[in-house]
Protein backbone atom coordinates (compact mmCIF):
# COMPACT_ATOMS: atom_id res chain seq x y z
CA UNK A 1 0.00 0.00 0.00
CA UNK A 2 1.90 3.39 -0.94
CA UNK A 3 1.79 5.63 2.14
CA UNK A 4 1.78 9.44 1.14
CA UNK A 5 3.75 12.01 3.20
CA UNK A 6 1.85 15.46 3.24
CA UNK A 7 4.27 18.41 2.54
CA UNK A 8 3.23 19.39 6.16
CA UNK A 9 5.58 15.84 7.29
CA UNK A 10 8.71 17.65 8.35
CA UNK A 11 11.26 15.72 10.02
CA UNK A 12 12.97 18.79 10.69
CA UNK A 13 12.12 19.15 14.02
CA UNK A 14 12.34 15.65 15.26
CA UNK A 15 15.38 14.50 13.38
CA UNK A 16 18.29 13.55 15.88
CA UNK A 17 20.84 14.98 12.75
CA UNK A 18 22.10 17.79 12.87
CA UNK A 19 20.95 20.80 10.77
CA UNK A 20 24.72 23.01 10.84
CA UNK A 21 26.26 23.96 7.87
CA UNK A 22 25.66 21.41 4.85
CA UNK A 23 25.27 23.69 1.89
CA UNK A 24 27.29 21.97 -0.80
CA UNK A 25 30.63 23.39 -1.45
CA UNK A 26 31.45 23.83 2.36
CA UNK A 27 34.78 21.85 3.20
CA UNK A 28 34.03 19.69 5.99
CA UNK A 29 30.16 19.61 5.69
CA UNK A 30 29.18 16.57 6.43
CA UNK A 31 26.51 16.40 8.13
CA UNK A 32 23.01 15.78 6.75
CA UNK A 33 20.51 18.43 6.55
CA UNK A 34 16.90 17.79 7.29
CA UNK A 35 13.62 19.10 5.29
CA UNK A 36 10.61 19.11 4.03
CA UNK A 37 10.15 15.57 2.75
CA UNK A 38 7.70 16.53 0.09
CA UNK A 39 4.63 14.02 -1.45
CA UNK A 40 6.62 12.00 -3.86
CA UNK A 41 7.97 9.81 -0.76
CA UNK A 42 6.51 5.90 0.30
CA UNK A 43 7.96 6.10 3.78
CA UNK A 44 7.18 2.19 4.19
CA UNK A 45 9.86 2.09 1.47
CA UNK A 46 12.51 4.32 2.49
CA UNK A 47 11.92 1.35 6.18
CA UNK A 48 12.76 -1.33 4.06
CA UNK A 49 16.08 0.65 4.32
CA UNK A 50 16.46 2.55 7.02
CA UNK A 51 15.99 -0.56 9.12
CA UNK A 52 19.25 -1.96 8.02
CA UNK A 53 20.99 0.83 8.05
CA UNK A 54 23.59 0.41 10.31
CA UNK A 55 24.76 -2.68 7.53
CA UNK A 56 25.02 -0.55 4.69
CA UNK A 57 29.17 -1.14 4.55
CA UNK A 58 28.96 -4.36 5.58
CA UNK A 59 29.79 -6.31 2.37
CA UNK A 60 28.95 -9.88 3.26
CA UNK A 61 25.61 -7.80 4.52
CA UNK A 62 21.92 -7.40 3.23
CA UNK A 63 23.75 -4.90 0.56
CA UNK A 64 25.81 -7.01 -0.32
CA UNK A 65 24.88 -6.88 -4.34
CA UNK A 66 25.13 -3.17 -4.34
CA UNK A 67 28.41 -3.84 -3.44
CA UNK A 68 29.28 -6.09 -5.88
CA UNK A 69 27.83 -4.68 -8.35
CA UNK A 70 29.43 -0.82 -7.75
CA UNK A 71 32.21 -1.28 -9.38
CA UNK A 72 30.53 -1.85 -12.77
CA UNK A 73 27.99 0.54 -12.39
CA UNK A 74 30.35 3.31 -11.56
CA UNK A 75 32.69 1.93 -15.06
CA UNK A 76 29.47 2.45 -16.91
CA UNK A 77 28.87 6.11 -15.15
CA UNK A 78 32.41 7.65 -15.90
CA UNK A 79 32.21 6.14 -19.76
CA UNK A 80 29.48 7.90 -20.36
CA UNK A 81 29.77 11.19 -18.53
CA UNK A 82 33.36 10.78 -20.96
CA UNK A 83 31.70 9.79 -23.80
CA UNK A 84 29.14 12.80 -23.65
CA UNK A 85 31.13 15.89 -21.40
CA UNK A 86 34.84 15.29 -22.74
CA UNK A 87 36.16 14.14 -19.35
CA UNK A 88 35.83 11.87 -16.70
CA UNK A 89 34.23 12.13 -13.11
CA UNK A 90 37.11 14.25 -11.99
CA UNK A 91 36.46 17.75 -10.71
CA UNK A 92 32.77 17.38 -11.92
CA UNK A 93 29.97 18.15 -9.32
CA UNK A 94 28.12 15.19 -9.01
CA UNK A 95 25.01 14.14 -7.59
CA UNK A 96 23.37 10.89 -5.99
CA UNK A 97 19.74 10.68 -5.87
CA UNK A 98 18.56 8.51 -3.21
CA UNK A 99 22.41 7.12 -2.10
CA UNK A 100 21.07 5.28 0.75
CA UNK A 101 24.49 4.14 2.72
CA UNK A 102 25.97 6.11 -0.07
CA UNK A 103 27.97 3.05 -2.05
CA UNK A 104 27.83 4.73 -5.07
CA UNK A 105 28.07 8.49 -4.03
CA UNK A 106 31.47 7.72 -2.02
CA UNK A 107 33.33 6.01 -5.06
CA UNK A 108 32.07 8.89 -7.17
CA UNK A 109 33.89 11.28 -4.90
CA UNK A 110 36.87 8.96 -4.74
CA UNK A 111 36.95 9.49 -8.52
CA UNK A 112 37.75 12.85 -8.03
CA UNK A 113 34.04 14.13 -8.32
CA UNK A 114 32.95 16.88 -5.42
CA UNK A 115 30.02 14.55 -4.34
CA UNK A 116 26.39 15.31 -2.87
CA UNK A 117 23.98 12.39 -1.68
CA UNK A 118 20.61 12.59 -1.15
CA UNK A 119 18.25 10.17 0.54
CA UNK A 120 15.25 10.77 2.51
CA UNK A 121 16.13 7.67 5.39
CA UNK A 122 17.98 10.04 7.86
CA UNK A 123 19.61 7.01 9.21
CA UNK A 124 20.76 6.33 5.34
CA UNK A 125 22.40 9.40 5.33
CA UNK A 126 23.98 8.87 8.78
CA UNK A 127 25.61 5.53 7.83
CA UNK A 128 27.27 7.14 4.69
CA UNK A 129 28.10 10.27 7.05
CA UNK A 130 30.02 8.25 9.69
CA UNK A 131 31.43 6.48 6.76
CA UNK A 132 32.79 9.42 4.41
CA UNK A 133 34.20 10.49 7.69
CA UNK A 134 36.33 7.20 8.46
CA UNK A 135 37.40 7.53 4.66
CA UNK A 136 38.89 10.98 5.74
CA UNK A 137 36.09 12.12 2.20
CA UNK A 138 34.39 15.24 3.93
CA UNK A 139 36.47 17.79 1.90
CA UNK A 140 34.41 16.91 -1.21
CA UNK A 141 31.63 14.57 -0.16
CA UNK A 142 28.38 15.42 1.69
CA UNK A 143 24.63 14.39 2.70
CA UNK A 144 21.45 15.52 2.86
CA UNK A 145 17.91 14.93 3.68
CA UNK A 146 15.73 16.52 1.28
CA UNK A 147 13.61 15.90 -1.32
CA UNK A 148 14.89 15.44 -4.87
CA UNK A 149 11.97 17.93 -6.18
CA UNK A 150 12.58 20.79 -3.31
CA UNK A 151 16.82 20.71 -4.01
CA UNK A 152 15.62 21.19 -7.64
CA UNK A 153 13.19 23.94 -7.23
CA UNK A 154 16.55 25.87 -4.78
CA UNK A 155 19.36 24.67 -7.07
CA UNK A 156 18.15 24.48 -10.69
CA UNK A 157 21.30 23.68 -12.99
CA UNK A 158 23.94 22.79 -10.32
CA UNK A 159 25.09 19.28 -11.15
CA UNK A 160 27.43 18.01 -14.34
CA UNK A 161 26.57 14.79 -13.30
CA UNK A 162 23.40 13.02 -11.30
CA UNK A 163 22.95 9.73 -10.89
CA UNK A 164 19.89 7.66 -9.28
CA UNK A 165 20.51 4.09 -9.02
CA UNK A 166 17.94 1.62 -7.70
CA UNK A 167 15.50 4.14 -6.43
CA UNK A 168 13.05 4.78 -8.88
CA UNK A 169 11.22 1.15 -8.37
CA UNK A 170 10.26 2.61 -4.26
CA UNK A 171 9.07 6.06 -5.20
CA UNK A 172 5.26 6.46 -5.95
CA UNK A 173 5.97 8.71 -9.34
CA UNK A 174 9.09 8.00 -10.69
CA UNK A 175 8.58 10.78 -14.01
CA UNK A 176 8.53 13.08 -11.05
CA UNK A 177 11.96 11.80 -9.72
CA UNK A 178 13.54 12.19 -13.67
CA UNK A 179 12.09 15.75 -13.94
CA UNK A 180 14.11 17.00 -10.99
CA UNK A 181 17.25 14.96 -12.12
CA UNK A 182 16.73 16.94 -15.55
CA UNK A 183 15.98 20.13 -13.49
CA UNK A 184 19.36 19.74 -11.45
CA UNK A 185 21.53 19.08 -14.01
CA UNK A 186 23.29 21.66 -16.16
CA UNK A 187 22.82 22.20 -19.60
CA UNK A 188 25.30 18.92 -21.68
CA UNK A 189 25.20 17.18 -18.00
CA UNK A 190 24.96 13.18 -18.30
CA UNK A 191 22.11 11.89 -16.20
CA UNK A 192 22.38 7.84 -15.23
CA UNK A 193 19.43 6.15 -13.72
CA UNK A 194 19.42 2.22 -12.67
CA UNK A 195 15.89 0.50 -12.08
CA UNK A 196 14.10 -3.33 -12.93
CA UNK A 197 12.59 -3.97 -16.05
CA UNK A 198 8.56 -5.34 -15.36
CA UNK A 199 7.88 -8.68 -17.07
CA UNK A 200 8.22 -12.75 -16.00
CA UNK A 201 11.49 -13.14 -16.18
CA UNK A 202 12.58 -9.64 -13.90
CA UNK A 203 9.87 -10.99 -11.81
CA UNK A 204 11.06 -14.42 -11.68
CA UNK A 205 14.53 -13.07 -11.00
CA UNK A 206 14.40 -10.21 -9.02
CA UNK A 207 11.82 -11.48 -6.68
CA UNK A 208 11.88 -15.27 -6.55
CA UNK A 209 15.54 -15.59 -7.29
CA UNK A 210 17.12 -12.41 -5.43
CA UNK A 211 14.74 -12.74 -2.55
CA UNK A 212 13.35 -16.17 -2.07
CA UNK A 213 16.11 -18.56 -3.85
CA UNK A 214 19.28 -17.25 -3.44
CA UNK A 215 18.65 -14.67 -0.37
CA UNK A 216 20.70 -12.07 -2.08
CA UNK A 217 17.78 -8.99 -1.26
CA UNK A 218 15.34 -9.23 2.15
CA UNK A 219 12.11 -10.55 1.10
CA UNK A 220 9.58 -7.55 0.48
CA UNK A 221 12.32 -5.44 -1.07
CA UNK A 222 10.74 -5.44 -4.44
CA UNK A 223 6.98 -4.89 -5.21
CA UNK A 224 6.42 -5.75 -8.79
CA UNK A 225 3.79 -3.37 -9.77
CA UNK A 226 6.35 -0.85 -9.38
CA UNK A 227 9.30 -2.39 -11.63
CA UNK A 228 9.82 0.34 -15.12
CA UNK A 229 10.02 -1.18 -18.15
CA UNK A 230 13.08 0.85 -20.67
CA UNK A 231 9.97 2.06 -22.78
CA UNK A 232 8.63 3.93 -20.10
CA UNK A 233 11.75 5.17 -18.27
CA UNK A 234 12.42 6.53 -21.71
CA UNK A 235 9.36 8.05 -22.28
CA UNK A 236 9.91 9.30 -18.52
CA UNK A 237 13.22 10.91 -19.83
CA UNK A 238 12.43 12.47 -22.99
CA UNK A 239 9.58 14.17 -21.08
CA UNK A 240 11.34 15.68 -18.99
CA UNK A 241 13.68 16.73 -21.83
CA UNK A 242 16.91 14.51 -22.03
CA UNK A 243 18.00 12.61 -25.01
CA UNK A 244 18.22 9.40 -24.57
CA UNK A 245 21.58 7.96 -25.49
CA UNK A 246 22.62 4.47 -24.39
CA UNK A 247 21.14 1.49 -22.03
CA UNK A 248 22.41 -1.48 -20.79
CA UNK A 249 21.71 -4.91 -18.58
CA UNK A 250 23.58 -5.51 -15.32
CA UNK A 251 23.66 -9.48 -15.44
CA UNK A 252 24.09 -11.96 -12.44
CA UNK A 253 25.67 -15.46 -12.04
CA UNK A 254 25.15 -17.19 -8.77
CA UNK A 255 27.06 -19.96 -9.62
CA UNK A 256 30.03 -18.32 -9.99
CA UNK A 257 29.01 -15.21 -8.28
CA UNK A 258 30.05 -13.12 -11.53
CA UNK A 259 28.34 -9.51 -12.42
CA UNK A 260 28.82 -8.56 -15.93
CA UNK A 261 26.99 -5.85 -18.16
CA UNK A 262 25.54 -6.78 -21.33
CA UNK A 263 22.87 -5.60 -24.07
CA UNK A 264 20.07 -7.72 -22.61
CA UNK A 265 17.99 -5.47 -20.35
CA UNK A 266 15.28 -7.96 -19.57
CA UNK A 267 15.46 -7.66 -15.71
CA UNK A 268 18.37 -5.15 -14.24
CA UNK A 269 18.94 -2.31 -16.55
CA UNK A 270 20.83 1.30 -16.49
CA UNK A 271 19.88 4.48 -18.74
CA UNK A 272 22.32 7.08 -19.85
CA UNK A 273 20.48 10.00 -20.13
CA UNK A 274 22.30 13.65 -21.74
CA UNK A 275 20.46 16.99 -21.24
CA UNK A 276 20.23 19.33 -24.32
CA UNK A 277 23.09 22.30 -24.33
CA UNK A 278 20.09 24.60 -25.59
N1 LIG B 1 21.23 4.36 -4.76
C1 LIG B 1 21.81 3.54 -3.71
C2 LIG B 1 20.77 2.95 -2.77
C3 LIG B 1 19.63 2.21 -3.41
S1 LIG B 1 18.44 1.61 -2.23
C4 LIG B 1 22.61 2.46 -4.37
O1 LIG B 1 22.27 2.03 -5.48
O2 LIG B 1 23.61 2.01 -3.79
C5 LIG B 1 17.10 2.79 -2.49
C6 LIG B 1 17.28 4.07 -1.70
O3 LIG B 1 16.29 4.99 -2.14
C7 LIG B 1 17.09 3.92 -0.17
O4 LIG B 1 18.20 4.47 0.48
C8 LIG B 1 15.82 4.72 0.11
O5 LIG B 1 15.83 5.35 1.39
C9 LIG B 1 15.86 5.74 -1.01
N2 LIG B 1 14.57 6.35 -1.33
C10 LIG B 1 13.36 5.76 -1.49
N3 LIG B 1 12.43 6.68 -1.81
C11 LIG B 1 13.07 7.88 -1.87
C12 LIG B 1 12.66 9.22 -2.18
N4 LIG B 1 11.41 9.50 -2.52
N5 LIG B 1 13.60 10.19 -2.15
C13 LIG B 1 14.88 9.91 -1.85
N6 LIG B 1 15.33 8.68 -1.55
C14 LIG B 1 14.44 7.67 -1.57
Not at 243 to 256: A, K, M, S, V, W
Request: charged share 20%; net charge negative.
Amino acid sequence: MTQFNTPTDSTSSETPVSNADTQSGTPGATQPQSNDLGNNVDMSEVGKFTQLANQWWDKQGPFATLHEINPLRLNWIEENVVRYMGTGLTGKTVLDVGCGGGILTESMARRGSDATGVDLGIENLQAATVHAEQGGLTDRLRYKHIAIEQLAAEQPESYDVVTCMEMLEHVPDPSQIVQACFDLLKPGGVCVLSTINRNPKSYFFAIIGAEYVLGLLDRGTHDYAKFITPAELDKMAITAGFNRQDLIGLHYNPITKRYWLAQNVDVNYMMAVVKPTE
